[in-house]
């Protein structure tokens, strides 16, 4: 092999037009894959993985920057890459044979060679007998096979896989990860490397050679994990354990401010986190054996849940005061311990106190005392934040802030006029006259 | 050893017991085509030498040829809507001028089209039945295109992202990925739509058939000119007949039409679910057990594939890509931009000074009048759009919470919608003059006759779509009569009943042109209102007065739809979506 990597990526920014301006979603991304090699992209939601993903698959065109496959920038759709994505993406309409040949007839392979590569696939995938059925018909793992069978029947250079075993059972998702892992280490495929995206730690240490660490707000890359295990990965080892505790600590390390752009304080994106999860992940942590001090990867798996669900969790925590979070450790602070002994209404008193250090939360709350009938539209709000977000991040934090607010009972929000309101125990408005009902009757 | 030539089939694959079955209907499907197409050909004066009769014996052959009309409109339909909601869909200034005009063209009268286009037509072709015959097609064409349209772009809107990746990461060229993916995923909803406006045809083709533009009375031989003449020579019987022939070919189309496209079009349905039994269709399934079909039906699809799957060769594609890339680098963005706007601008200008010419001649005092008389049918078409809500929204939920009276009244209800109400108007102006009435009051009724079934059709669809859930936990807690109804029901239906609505409301306004100017022999009977205005005017052939009428009429519509309508139905998906 020259010293030409595969792929190259170099200083790659993407933004997405919004209402006002653009918003950032990759900044000066700057990644090599070469021949061998498996490439994890980790991160959460909102780090710009898939976008990374799709920006080296030529489906999203880059702002700036460039993307070289073999050589060759990037401009559309290469011949050489493959994909296969989270949701399988078959075509519900034809059999699992027409699914896998498609892509072979689309360019313009004839008809015997195609269905004898298709059927070379299926075999080799392990899809045997299932060539005539529907993808309806099958598991969400079989299908998932199909839309691997279908990647690779073009024999492409290089794969790239978008959450491929994320809308699986865990069961189903280690088998074919498996099976997957064992084509490739015995050279059975003719792909020379693979990128995959995941929001999965383990996964990703189980897989991956290397794993490139993406952090969010903008999309950037935050660090790089080589893994050297060898294959098959024991997942109880204690070196598997301490790589994945190396990649949670690197995960929850407060990323830098990022290079670009002064952000305002309140214009912090807030993942959407419901206060039962919040109250829940508090009494787990003070609750023995953790005593108000756990390992993140340890409390994720006594949970039963993934990265994706408990990060944002933890960094509610962290956002509300109740927690600190650094280094893969959530320790309690006295807010925390104190919330997880008290009871419901004092419960509400101290969460009061605490959304009021959330900068959003707080303004929400100066804006309406500053307004003589205590009203102010949502757009108002959610304008002033796409002035820094992108409109879903922008909706999603203001939907978080009224939760929480609502909770605090700091501020009411009425979805059919749109606004939010400082709560006004006696004298309903005209304009919320229909929801009257419903509300008394659950106040009874 | 595979043969090149697939002819003759049955000698090489041999005949089943379907084959038979499926010859004969093969066999008739060319036979309906060549029969109804033969007579187009003929000179215009053969019309006069055999006027269209009431005799019995024609009936046949009349309804043929209307059905082929129906058919002929729908394909164009078809093809239309595949071309304008692709342009909609995926060219973003494109978008911007296509909808509107959509949204217009919907609310413009069909005898809007028919007066202008009928002299078109038969300049283009002279002296033949020709001539007569597409401007009777296009009119039809005009009451079926745009829902089909609508749904169209609907569904290329809604594609999912992920296979639309999919199918650019496969190379699938624009050319492929339409006919393999975008045109399969919109087909549940075109089937349906087609439907639809099939059945929503037949109100117009008595006005489409029996021309009668100013100095032009061309009476095309088909079922809408006999019920024509029925009703000019007050013949009773003959307007029963003609329901019967109509009653035959719907029920002979959806049999051998509709029902194996819904069954064939089951397929395209995405995600697992499906709600209920796959429908069937008995032709259909001749078709899949029929050997020798089974041939053709592989060589068919071969053929379509190899078609739908052309593509330029991957070198062409690669030079296509860097020339665009060339002519994006040379040129700003905003230099298409002015191009586009400019001839868009010039376009306008000449339009509304070509109508500003063709409307000049009219008094200011007649605009003030043809204004009024828009309110006149806007109070009435609101009045019977909410009449009729009132009358079939607690009926449909009714029905709509019994699944089995569900199962068993709607088909009777599309049926029923299939049935062009103006067979109904010689009865209204019988009893009218018979008593003595108010034709500004009694004609009113036949404004929504055919179109109130939109009302129950989707008041039952939102009855049985509300949660079983939520109606169980409602009579758990005892909610029940007039609380049941304003808490549970009339919420859990009310985006239904919305859309119910709007459908009338927009078939209401176009039927208005027909029931508001009745006739039964020589009696004739007026109502005030835009839509007599404008049938008079068509009669007499007065292009000034039929714009005006029509410009108005689009104008109430398009007003309405976007001052009223619009925000109505979103505040309803907002507030009472389920789930």
Known sequence: MPDEPLLRVEKLCKSFPKASGEVLVLDRIDLEVRAGEIVGLLGRSGSGKSTLLRSIAGLVQPSSGSVVFEGQPVRGPVQGVAMVFQGFALFPWLTVLENVTLGLRALGVDTETARRRALAAIDLIGLDGFESAYPRELSGGMQQRVGFARALVVEPKLLLMDEPFSALDVLTAETLRTDFLDLWTERRLDILAVVLVTHNIEEAVFLCDRVVVLAPNPGRIAAEITIELPHPRDRLSAAFRQAVEDVYALLTERAPAPARGVEAPIARHIRRVSVNLIAGLVETVAAPPYDGAADLPVVAHTLHLELDELLPVAEALHLLGLAEVAHGDVVLTDAGRAYAREDTQQRKRLFCEQALRVPLIAHIRDVLHARPNGRAPRLRFETELEDHLTEQYARETLDAAIEWGRYAELYEYDDVSRELLLEQPQTAAPASDADGPAVQATDR | ?579
């Open chain 2, 1 to 579: 050893m595979q043969r090149r030539y697939a002819f003759p089939i049955a000698l090489r694959v041999g005949v089943n017991r379907w084959d038979l079955l499926a010859a004969a209907l093969a066999l008739g499907a060319v036979a309906f085509v060549v029969a109804a197409m033969q007579p187009m050909r003929a000179p215009l004066a053969a019309l006069e030498a055999a006027p269209v009769s009431l005799d019995i014996a024609n009936l046949p052959v009349y309804a043929l040829r209307t059905t082929f009309r129906m058919f002929a409109a729908l394909a164009l339909s078809l093809v239309f809507a595949l071309a304008v909601g692709t342009l909609a869909a995926r060219n973003l200034r494109a978008r911007a001028i296509v909808l509107p005009l959509l949204d217009v063209a919907q609310s413009v009268p069909v005898l809007g089209y028919l007066s202008f286009t009928v002299v078109v037509f038969l300049r283009l072709f002279p002296d033949s039945v020709l001539g007569a015959e597409l401007a009777a097609i296009f009119a039809i064409f005009t009451s079926q295109v745009w829902n089909v349209t609508f749904s169209f772009y609907q569904s290329l809107r809604t594609v999912p992202g992920e296979l639309h990746d999919a199918a650019r990461s496969m190379h699938m060229s624009a050319w492929q990925r339409f006919w393999h993916l975008d045109v399969p995923f919109a087909t549940p909803g075109l089937v349906w739509n087609l439907m639809v406006s099939m059945s929503g045809g037949w109100f117009f083709v008595v006005a489409s058939e029996a021309i009668s533009v100013g100095p032009w009375t061309i009476p095309l031989p088909g079922i809408g000119s006999y019920v024509a003449l029925a009703i000019a020579e007050r013949d009773l019987s003959a307007v029963g007949w003609a329901l019967a022939a109509m009653l035959v070919v719907i029920a002979l189309y959806d049999v051998f039409v509709f029902r194996p496209l819904v069954a064939w079009s089951d397929q395209f349905r995405l995600g697992a679910a499906r709600t209920g039994e796959a429908p069937r269709s008995w032709v259909l399934s001749v078709w899949r057990r029929t050997q020798a079909l089974r041939t053709l039906d592989a060589r068919i699809r071969a053929l379509l594939r190899h078609a739908t799957l052309h593509r330029a060769p991957v070198a062409a594609l690669a030079r296509r890509a860097r020339v665009r890339d060339l002519a994006r680098r040379f040129s700003a963005p905003w230099v298409g931009a002015l191009a586009w706007w400019t001839v868009l601008a010039a376009l306008a200008a000449a339009s509304i000074g070509y109508g500003w010419h063709f409307l000049s001649g009219i008094a200011a005092r007649e605009w003030l009048q043809v204004f009024l008389l828009g309110c006149a049918t806007l109070v009435r078409v609101i009045a019977l759009t909410l009449l009729a809500s009132l009358v079939w929204i607690p009926i449909g939920v009714a029905i709509g919470l019994r699944p089995r009276w569900t199962a068993r009244v709607q088909p009777l209800v599309q049926f029923l919608a299939a049935v062009p109400a103006n067979l109904f108007f010689p009865l209204a102006v019988f009893v009218i003059v018979r008593w003595q009435l108010n034709p500004d009051i009694w004609l009113s009724p036949l404004i929504v006759l055919g179109a109130q079934w939109y009302i129950l059709f989707n008041a039952i669809a939102g009855a049985s779509a509300i949660p079983q859930d939520l109606l169980e936990i409602a009579r758990s807690l005892h909610v029940r009569r007039w609380l049941r109804w304003r808490e549970v029901l009339l919420p859990g239906v009310a985006p239904y009943a919305v859309t119910g609505a709007l459908t009338a409301w927009g078939g209401a306004w176009n039927a208005t042109i027909v029931a508001e100017a009745v006739r039964w022999g020589d009696q004739r009977l007026l109502a005030h209102g835009l839509g007599a205005y404008i049938t008079v005017q068509t009669e007499a052939g007065d292009y000034a007065r039929i714009a005006l009428g029509v410009a108005t009429m689009a104008a109430f519509v398009v007003t309405f739809n976007r001052l009223l309508w619009r925000p109505l139905y979103d505040a309803m998906e907002r507030r009472f979506r389920l789930g």
